[in-house]
């Protein structure tokens, strides 16, 4: 046996709210043997088992009564080349944003508009990342689950996964599907995604017109540190709410009463409105009580200031919920998974 399992293991460290709460047993899987050495520990006592990457998409409300595996596998390494589509696959634990930095560092684009974005590889898929126009679904090239069903390990193509808005397969059959390994189709040439309004604006700033790939992160990178709160030092979990999706009738509704109100025509003919817009509009931003706030910059992002407690930062966010249904009519469903 090569898992090395504590008890009661505080949290604390391994979530970006920064919540104090306790996994009663705690393991890091490097490999997929000590994956299956934890699935089969689980069985053998009955006990349930949690799958974490970095951590950074979780809202824990309560001690965790189960073994938390903390996906730690490391890999990366190119698949094929074709001079122009190259395949890469990295493992599960590898960290989201260097991994985005090596892609590039080896002349692919694809990745760079998800530069910065916290996490690991492993959990990517689970809501299909996204950010500035690009979503993991435009790059995916398939990826390895366990089904902790059967023991089995399953491949899946893009179809498969069931990619949609902060949605996939994996986040419907929560539980069930262990992610191993994930890959990805860049390009030696760079397709380049600049349309989503701050980027292009940023790059003209620094004066870069024909832009790279690299340019395009680094951009991004500094737009992010500008208006997000980094989690070293203000425990959140990025955007706490989903963009809601709304009828054109209410959205022209909401329109008429709030003429600012920002949303994006979809192809459906349904109607994308920017929750942060909506919370801060309902005057939420920068609000605080007790250490459970909403960020003073970024209404969509709720912050802990230090003690604040899962079920706080829940009854916060739950709050907003219904002042945003009453005020507008619109439901705003939760990003972060609950625990
Ligand atoms: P965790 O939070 O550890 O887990 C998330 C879920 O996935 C849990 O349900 C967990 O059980 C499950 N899971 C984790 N690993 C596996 C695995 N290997 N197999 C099966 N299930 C697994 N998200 C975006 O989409 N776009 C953004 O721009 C963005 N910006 C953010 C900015 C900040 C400051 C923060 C804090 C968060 C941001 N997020 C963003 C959310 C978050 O970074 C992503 O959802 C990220 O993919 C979560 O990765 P993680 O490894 O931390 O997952
Ligand atoms: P922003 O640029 O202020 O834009 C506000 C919202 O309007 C965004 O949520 C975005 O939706 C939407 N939007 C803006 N331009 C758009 C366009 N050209 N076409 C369609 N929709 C457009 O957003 P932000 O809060 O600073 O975030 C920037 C990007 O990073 C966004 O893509 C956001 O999703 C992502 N992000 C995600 C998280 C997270 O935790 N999920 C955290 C931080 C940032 P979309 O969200 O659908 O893109």
Same mark, same amino acid.
């Given at each position: ?7 009661? =293991? ?30 089969? &520990? ?12 970095g951590g950074s998409n979780l809202l ?7 073994? %938390? ?18 395949v890469v696959e990295a493992e599960a ?5 260097p991994f985005v930095q090596w892609t $590039? ?27 500035? !126009?690009?979503?993991?679904?435009? =790059? ?10 059967? !023991? ?12 949609? &808005? ?22 030696? %040439?760079?397709?380049?995604? $600049?349309? &989503?309004?701050? =980027?292009?604006?940023? /790059?003209?700033?620094? !004066? ?37 999706? %709304? ?16 949303? &994006?025509?979809?192809?459906? !003919? ?31 992002? $709720? ?7 899962? /079920?706080?930062? $829940? ?25």
């Amino acid at each position: 046996m090569t898992l090395h399992i504590q008890s009661q =293991v505080s949290l604390k460290p391994f979530n970006s709210f920064g919540v104090e709460v306790k996994a009663q047993l705690f393991a890091q899987a490097h490999s997929d043997d000590e994956v299956r050495e934890a699935l089969a &520990y689980c069985a053998d006592r009955q006990l349930p088992l949690l799958v974490i990457g970095g951590g950074s998409n979780l809202l824990l409300t309560a001690d965790i009564q189960a073994l %938390v595996l903390r996906m730690a596998s490391r890999g990366i390494r190119l698949l094929s080349d074709d001079g122009q589509r190259v395949v890469v696959e990295a493992e599960a634990g590898e960290t989201w944003h260097p991994f985005v930095q090596w892609t $590039l560092e080896q002349g692919l684009s694809g990745l760079e508009n998800l530069s910065l974005i916290p996490g690991t590889v492993g959990a990517a898929p689970m809501q299909n990342i996204g950010a500035y !126009g690009v979503e993991i679904k435009d =790059v995916f090239a398939g990826l390895t689950a366990l089904d902790r069903q059967t !023991g089995e390990l399953r491949d899946f193509d893009l179809a498969q996964c069931q990619f949609a &808005y902060r949605d996939s397969l994996f986040k419907h059959q929560a539980g069930r599907w262990l992610i191993l390994r994930v890959r990805f189709a860049l390009n030696r %040439v760079d397709h380049l995604h $600049l349309e &989503y309004g701050p =980027v292009r604006q940023r /790059l003209s700033e620094q !004066g870069i017109e024909q832009p790279t790939a690299s340019d395009v992160s680094r951009a991004i990178c500094s737009i992010r540190s500008e208006k997000l709160p980094d989690p070293a030092e203000l425990g959140n979990a990025g955007s706490f709410f989903k963009n809601p999706v %709304v009828s054109a009738l209410l959205a022209a509704q909401i329109k008429a009463s709030h003429p600012g109100v920002v949303g &994006y025509p979809l192809a459906d !003919g349904q109607v994308k409105l920017a929750a942060g817009w909506l919370i801060e509009q309902a005057g939420w931003k920068g609000f605080r009580e007790a250490d459970a706030g909403v960020h003073r910059l970024q209404s969509l992002v $709720l912050v802990n200031y230090g003690a604040a407690t899962g /079920l706080q930062l $829940l009854a916060l966010a739950q709050r907003i919920q219904r002042d945003i249904f009453e005020r507008f009519g619109v439901e705003l469903e939760m990003e972060p998974n609950l625990y």
